[in-house]
T-cell receptor
Framework: GENVEQHPSTLSVQEGDSAVIKCTYS??????FPWYKQELGKRPQLIID?????GEKKDQRIAVTLNKTAKHFSLHITETQPEDSAVYFC????????????FGTGTKLQVIP | NAGVTQTPKFRVLKTGQSMTLLCAQD?????MYWYRQDPGMGLRLIHY???????AKGEVPDGYNVSRLKKQNFLLGLESAAPSQTSVYFC?????????????FGPGTRLTVL
């Protein structure tokens, strides 16, 4: 099945700096890569996703880049703010369809004011 | 519009006891999923359903059963709870059409098995 590796597991940045989280996947046929944010004690929520027909997607301070050749995709957060502190999960499709995905192990981001 | 809801929010069981977790969604989504979340392991898919009356195994199905008798509900059962099933359980749902879609998660159920 699909294997997704996520790095780093923890990340501390100063407020205003940028944060980058990287994920690698194994199935070259994968074509959908979402990122979820989970605040402490809350449910995961989708913040951005990218499909394999584009290399980059932006939404205000958040961007995701995809390198299909190297089979990795990254989440970029610019001008970080304390409310960006959370655990971030990447995901990639599992084989067998029905929109099943496998999640990375998560990155705990701490933004230091 | 409540989205995805889960019952109960917390539960403590003794080894060998049984229980059922209820997930309900009011978005008319076809697909529903049950995940467990353990520290350092992300979210792992237990079982999923692609429509009323259908269920299938995910990555970690052992020790769990599911049922989807109504489109809006997805039940997760533990017949004989074990300490290894101590976890936070999340239900999610998504639309079936248009390729991959966002999964909407419930608030989670924190289960402790003693």
């Amino acid at each position: 099945g699909e294997n997704v590796e996520q790095h780093p597991s923890t990340l501390s940045v100063q407020e205003g700096d940028s944060a980058v989280i990287k994920c690698t996947y194994s199935d070259s046929a994968s074509n959908y890569f979402p990122w979820y944010k989970q605040e402490l004690g809350k449910r995961p929520q989708l913040i951005i996703d990218i499909r394999s027909n584009v290399g980059e997607k932006k939404d205000q301070r958040i961007a995701v880049t995809l390198n299909k050749t190297a089979k990795h995709f990254s989440l970029h957060i610019t001008e970080t703010q304390p409310e960006d502190s959370a655990v971030y999960f990447c995901a990639a499709p599992l084989s067998g369809g029905y929109q099943k995905v496998t999640f990375g192990t998560g990155t705990k981001l701490q933004v230091i004011p | 519009n409540a989205g995805v809801t889960q019952t109960p929010k917390f539960r403590v069981l003794k080894t060998g006891q049984s229980m059922t977790l209820l997930c309900a969604q009011d978005m008319n989504h076809e697909y529903m999923y049950w995940y467990r979340q353990d520290p350092g392991m992300g979210l792992r898919l237990i079982h999923y359903s692609v429509g009323e009356g259908t269920t299938a195994k995910g990555e970690v199905p052992d020790g769990y059963n599911v049922s989807r008798l109504k489109k809006q509900n997805f039940l997760l059962g533990l017949e004989s709870a074990a300490p290894s099933q101590t976890s936070v359980y999340f239900c999610a749902s998504s639309l079936a059409s248009g390729g991959y879609n966002e999964q909407f998660f419930g608030p989670g159920t924190r289960l402790t098995v003693l």
